[in-house]
């Protein structure tokens, strides 16, 4: 899922993250030509990787594929300069806190989208509003949870009112997927427009705009010349992705020079080989992903919709398969720790993360316990093994996470308690099918939207949440509500133990992981830090080639 913002002073106590794994290598080309005389006219790049696209839309996506391309073309009101953790404008030239529940965002004079339309605060108005109607559940629609209506003044005003007084998260939201600003003479205000129509309509306002168009296969992009936002002008005017079904194709590639970077997802073994070629250099850094199993609350053995249907069995079954994980033989084997343990669905080092599968479940140490799987399940009477059928997708989450599941698979099975069916699904279809039902366990992965624990429990467990698996528990919910607006540091911080806690006890998912950042780049490709802080987004308008 993609998306790293942030909006206002972060709270206190952020501490250095070891999060999610994203995997780019940044490699020259073959060929050799002349520099233009200015940053703008440098070598084109090509990009390379293995994520697919579900819509150009973003209303309608809300992924990392496509969030690559759109956080190119579409622009927000406020973003992060890379690596920072602090928002400033971006098509805004600010925002004010004017009543308690009421932010004022005044706009850049003379916006313009690619097309030539003018951007106003009309455009602004009807995006929020747009998202809001469709609340498509593959977009990002439940990040506004707290927004209650938008108005348009006049062209350069947009006043947002929330539902609940002080929202401090609110500003970061402003800055997320959720916060595109796209043209309503091209897009439908109750819809989803299809990718071809939205490229012919050139409703760009990001640093970059879609030249050709052929998905999941090749697409051109060339600096759009209108933009007028944080990341200014691109050192590099043309580029191209390039889309991968296969990682091993993909680092042929990358090896023989074919292509300039690639962006998500090479194994962790393509890595370390790769970190041996000559002119090579590897940058790590910290992350901030996840990699979780999510239980479909109607679909799962003794779901809501299945033929036996029961309630505390079903809880039994994902409290046996949380007891039963071990995560460290996942992050030794599969990943060489380059990922670590995680014990919650929001990862060590945020404020108010706190590890509670690692004292509920298994040793009660972190570890797997077999007897205390047996226990719950005979305790609520389920008949073993139990059947489980396990959907993975490794176009997206990455070739590794066959590997990953199979080990997760022999995990289960080891126990006697379980006999699981692995499945795997290409990641276009993939998202269709799990807000379906489809799937009675499944894989998801995420990126934050902001670094702030909330970003690892609204999307999760709110009332409309993105993972769309059943889960509803109004305890939970009122809590979260009631962190999202609390600005009293320390209850906050209680009150995200207490959610994590109460979610933990219900299993609507199981934590798995947590990574680090890996980047390898060529000395003649520039533009990526050294050292990578958790904040760091790869974006193309600072990359450029000798």
């Excluded at 090749?218 to 759009?224: G, I």
């Excluded at 020079?257 to 194994?267: E, F, P």
């Excluded at 959610?499 to 199981?510: G, I, N, R, T, Y």
Aim: with cysteine.
């Amino acid at each position: 899922m993609t998306r790293h913002t942030y909006a206002r002073p972060f709270r206190p106590g952020l501490g250095a993250l070891s999060l999610g794994a994203a995997f780019l290598v940044a490699l020259t080309g073959c060929t050799s030509s002349k520099d233009g005389g200015d940053a703008a006219s440098a070598k084109a790049l090509t990009i390379g990787t293995t994520d697919q696209v579900t819509s150009l839309d973003p209303a309608g996506a809300w992924d990392a594929g496509s969030g690559t391309i759109e956080s190119e073309v579409y622009a927000t009101l406020l973003s992060v300069k890379n690596g920072s953790t602090e928002a400033s404008p971006d098509l805004a030239t600010g925002i004010k806190l004017t009543g308690p529940k009421e932010y004022t965002v005044t706009l850049k004079k003379s916006l313009k989208f690619a097309n030539g339309h003018r951007l106003t605060s009309s455009d602004v108005k009807f995006s929020f509003d747009r998202t809001l109607k469709i609340a498509d559940e593959n977009g990002p629609s439940s990040l506004l949870y707290n927004l209650a209506s938008v108005a348009a003044p006049d062209p350069t005003t947009v006043v947002f009112t929330l539902k609940s007084a002080n929202d401090t998260l609110f500003p970061q939201v402003l800055s997320t997927a959720a916060g595109y600003i796209v043209d309503e003479q091209v897009f439908p205000a109750d819809k989803i427009l299809d990718d071809r129509s939205i490229v012919a309509g050139k409703p760009w306002d990001g640093p970059y705009g879609v030249r050709s168009y052929d998905k999941n296969s090749l697409v051109s992009f060339t600096a759009n010349s209108a933009y007028q936002g944080e990341l200014g002008t691109p050192k590099t005017k043309n580029v191209q992705l390039k889309y991968y079904t296969d990682a091993s194709n993909l680092k042929l590639d990358v090896q023989q020079g074919g292509i300039d970077a690639v962006y998500r997802t090479l194994t962790t073994a393509d890595l370390d080989d790769l970190a041996k070629k000559k002119d090579i250099k590897v940058h790590t850094g910290s992350g901030n992903g996840i990699r979780y199993i999510v239980f479909d609350f109607q679909s799962q053995p003794y779901g809501t919709r299945t033929k036996n249907a029961d309630k505390a069995k079903a809880l039994a079954v994902r409290q046996a398969v949380a007891d039963s994980v071990d995560r460290a033989q996942l992050a030794q084997q599969v990943y060489k720790n380059s990922y670590q343990p995680l014990y919650s669905s929001v990862p060590d080092g945020l404020t108010g993360a706190t590890p509670s599968f690692k004292s509920l479940y298994g040793d009660k140490q972190g570890g797997p316990d077999k007897a205390a799987a047996a226990a719950k399940l005979k305790a609520a009477k389920v008949s073993t093994p139990v059947t489980l059928n396990l959907q993975y997708n490794a176009d997206h989450y990455g070739s590794s996470s066959a590997d990953e599941y199979a080990l997760i698979k022999t995990q289960l099975e080891a126990t006697g308690l379980f006999k699981v069916n692995l499945q795997s699904t290409e990641w276009t279809q993939y998202g269709k099918d799990r807000i379906k039902h489809l799937y009675p366990l499944y894989q998801l992965g995420w990126y934050a939207d902001y670094l702030d624990a909330d970003n690892y429990l609204s999307p999760f467990y709110s009332a409309n949440s993105w993972v769309a698996n059943g889960y509803d528990d109004s305890a939970v919910r009122d809590l979260i509500e009631k962190e999202e607006t609390e600005t009293d540091a320390a209850k906050r911080t209680e009150l995200l133990k207490q959610v994590q806690d109460k979610a933990a006890a219900q299993v609507p998912l199981v934590p798995l992981l947590q990574g680090s950042t890996a980047i390898v780049t060529r000395t003649d490709v520039s533009g990526v830090p050294d050292k990578l802080n958790s904040a760091y987004t790869f974006r193309w308008a600072g990359l450029s080639k000798k």
